[in-house]
Structure formats: structure tokens, C-alpha cells
């Protein structure tokens, strides 16, 4: 019993710190006295850059909501079963609730935050209100920044591409049926209209 | 999220380095790639591990030709971009077609291919610490079994564990022959796709036969056509976005009418992706027929058992092996977004 998953050993546990060689960013060790260890994380948001000293611990999804106040990107699930926590990092769709912040150092992160304005909404933002693509709202930034990327990516072309390139982006009061309209009414119209 | 200790080093040897003490592996030391199953599972606290290695800066990130005329998969390429690229998609058209069958498109842009085959089960009962489960803390006992078993093993299990191996990717990998390369403090070693996961056997907490602190770098596809003939299949409870009752890769060859190099591996079935070379046998250098097809689907799944809320899974299998072999014969491999079944 107990053969594999041996439970952690306190006492040896501060002395394997011997990477003098690596080229590498190394935590101090974690103790009652000394919790507060943070690791420098430079990421670009939005276009605007941020420096920061972040736990290990913290996702990014965390780290927006909490430290940053950009509270468009929600918790759902928090296990990456829903989509609601959806960004783009580096050109690329992402649950942000499984990604270490300190994981993406050096990345650029895009968020509902930075797509569109209130004054000048983006063509998805306003294909979601003239189809009435949601009722309570809370996957809704998740279902924009996914259907930013899925238009980028250049792939689906009918709608049943859509519904399973949506498919990572559930919506529990299940409106669907309009997600996808609105999708497809940005994706089938001028091209300029995507960006 | 228990607290850890963080580590990014940005050399193989400084990674594998970092998950011992001089000789000796350290238990608790995990490497984090995509983050996709492991964060997950720190959440639950299923894992603790008391450092994460974070090998993300590591120069795994190519896909490029093997020495052997195959194609040679970066450990840290996304699934996503894996499933994309041109080589994969014109020559293991198989492999890109279960990769895109898994998860979601956010969660294969994430996860990489060292960490999909490293996934571990999703079993109820392993992620619910608050339950027995002999992989998860061993001599616990298993709440899979007499419990909700939808999800688990019909074959290769034990009296430990019915635990299946959640990962599409790997099935077709099975299929293909690949080869797993791993780097450790004794060096680099190869190993055979099929030998690569372990079954459950009386000690379910292994997965698979990777060593303690011994790092994956890539994955290795030989070489061979099996583009013309091919499909994944994939049965589940909803048409995206879900894991597998029962998946069926298969990749063959027609060559004068006769069935050639038949390759026939199945997913959520098995602690690992299961394959019966016997059956295989019995359709090479024979021609294609429904009553063939049964007669190989019966021998692979000699020996099934239900375990009560799964043994409708005994059934499902056997049609989607003789449906999956009808697709690849005719080149008609399962349609990404269109679910209707060919």
C-alpha cells in the first residue's frame, strides 16, 4: 500500500534547488513563514502592457478578475467544461482557468475587454444582440472571443462547422440555435467585416 | 490549489534534472506542459505535487521528418497544431481525424501531444477524493465498481481498477505504430505505442511504463500509407465535446481486392488502447464482407465484461468495429461535423 503515490516528505523537500546550470526561472520554497513567493510575469493584455509579480498557483483567469479587474472573461466551471472563461493568447482560443499565469509569461492576451467598445461594437457583439443570442449573458464574453478566434482561424464554412467549432462553449439557458445565427450572419458576411 | 514550488528550465537535461535529487526521481515533482488535465486535477486535488516543472520553454515545439521516413511529433506541438499541419493531415489523415474528435477546440490549442498521452482517466470516482479509489490512493478499494460505471472498462480490467484511458489521439496513435521517445537521467529510450500504457493489474496508480521523472520529447510515426483507408469513429453521449463510449480507429490497406496491414484500435474501452493482432490476422489477404467484419469485432471483444451500467458498451463495440471497418474499406472516413454515421 501506498507504494506509488507517496505523500510529500517535508524534510527533504527545500533541498533540491541544485539547477545552478539552468537557464531558468526557480520559485523560492513555499513555506508557513514564507507564502508569499511570486515569480516576475511580463504579459501584454488588450495592447497594454503589464509587469507582474504573480504566485505560481494563480490561472490566468484569476489573475484577470482578480488583480486586473477585467471580470468579462467568468468562472463557470473553473475545470475547462464550459467555455465561459474563454481569452485568446497568442492568436489562439483558451480556457483561461487552466492556464498557470506564470505559465504565459512573455504572452499577449486578448479578452472581451479588447474586443470592441461601447461605442463601436464589434460586428459579433452586435450579431449576438440583433439575434438575441443569449439570456442571462454569463458564457457570453466566452462565446465572442471564441467566435473571434473561430472566424480568424479561417475553417468553418457551413453551419454545422460552426456548432462543432463552437462546440467548447456551452450555454446553459441553451440558445444555441441564435449563437449560431449570429455566427454565421459575421461569418457569411464581407470579409472585412471579421477583423 | 496546494501550494508548490515553480520551475522553468529550458533544456531537456535541466528538466529531467529538476524532477530528482542526484540519482533518485522525486515523487511529487510533475511536469507541466498544456496544463489541460494536470491543473485540473491540482484543483481537485487529485494531484499535490510538491514542485511543477514547468517544460514549456523546452525545444520540443517541431514537427518534422523521422530518421526512419515517417514524421516525427514535437512532445510541446498542440494538439491543435498537430491536427492542422499539412504533413499529418496528407499522410496520417487518421491521427488529425481523432484528434479533432477530443475535447474542444480552446482545449487543443492548450494541450500538447507529450500531454495527451500522459492524460490521466476520467473516472468519477479517481477525480472524487472524497471516494475509494485504488489508483488514486492505493489499497483504497474502487467505487467504479458496483458504482456508475457508463464510462469504464469492459476489457483488459482488474479486481483494482476499471478505469478506461480517456485519449482519442492515442487510439490512433495505436493504430499507427507509433513510437513514444522519453528522455531521462539515463538517456533516451524508445517505446512501442502498444507498450507504451500499462493495464490496471494490481497496481492501478500506473498508468503507464514511464519511468518516474523520465520526460516524453516526442512521438514518432513510421512510415506507411494509410491514407486512402481509414476512419475514426467515435460514439458518445452528446456530438461534441465529450469522451468516448467507445471509439474504433481503424487503417488499412486494399491491394487486389484484399484487405492488407489491418489495423483495428479502440478507445474508452481499456485502461489502454486496445488492439488484437489475432483479429487483424484474420482479415488480411481476405475480402471485405459484413459477416468478416462481425467475426473480427467478436474476436476483439473476446473476453468483454460489463460491469453493470457498461455492458451495453460489450454491444456498441462490436457494431462500431464492423461500421468503422465498412468506412475505411469504402474511403469514407467519419465526418468531423457531420454526425450522421456513413
Known sequence: ?195 | MIRFDYERPSDVASATQAAHVGAAPLPQVRFLAGGTNLIDLMKENVEQPTKVVDINRLPLGKIEASPDGGLRLGALVSNADTADNAEVNARYPLLASAILAGASPQLRNAATNGGNINQRTRCYYFYDTATPCNKREPGSGCGAMGGVNRIHAILGASTDCIATHPSDMCIALAALDAVVNVSGPDGERQIPFLDYHRLPGNEPWRDNHLKQGELVTSIDLPAGDFSGHYTYLKLRDRLSYAFALVSVAVALKVEGGKLADVRIALGGVAHKPWRVPAAEAMLNGQAASPELFHQAAARILDGAVGQGTNDFKIELARRAIARALAQAVAGTPQSHTDKRIA
Open chain 1, 1 to 195: 500500500m501506498g507504494t506509488a503515490r507517496l505523500r510529500h516528505d517535508a524534510a527533504t523537500r527545500f533541498t533540491h534547488h541544485q539547477q545552478e546550470s539552468m537557464d531558468t526561472v526557480t520559485s523560492p520554497p513555499a513555506s508557513a513563514s514564507n507564502p508569499a513567493q511570486t515569480i516576475p510575469v511580463s504579459l501584454e493584455i488588450n495592447g497594454q502592457q503589464h509587469s507582474l509579480q504573480v504566485e505560481p498557483f494563480v490561472t490566468l483567469l484569476d489573475l484577470l478578475r482578480e488583480r486586473l479587474q477585467l471580470t468579462g472573461a467568468k468562472k463557470g466551471c473553473d475545470h475547462g467544461q464550459c467555455g465561459a472563461c474563454t481569452v485568446i493568447v497568442d492568436g489562439k482560443r483558451m480556457n483561461s482557468c487552466l492556464k498557470l499565469a506564470v505559465s504565459l509569461d512573455g504572452a499577449s492576451v486578448t479578452t472581451i475587454e479588447g474586443i470592441g467598445t461601447e461605442a463601436k461594437l464589434h460586428p459579433l457583439q452586435q450579431a449576438f444582440i440583433d439575434h438575441d443570442a443569449f439570456q442571462c449573458g454569463y458564457c457570453t464574453p466566452g462565446q465572442i472571443c471564441s467566435a473571434k478566434a473561430l472566424l480568424d482561424e479561417g475553417r468553418c464554412k457551413s453551419r454545422a462547422d460552426v456548432r462543432e467549432w463552437m462546440s467548447g462553449n456551452l450555454c446553459r439557458c441553451g440558445a444555441y440555435n441564435n449563437i449560431t445565427d449570429a455566427v454565421m450572419e459575421v461569418l457569411e458576411s464581407k470579409p472585412g467585416a471579421q477583423s
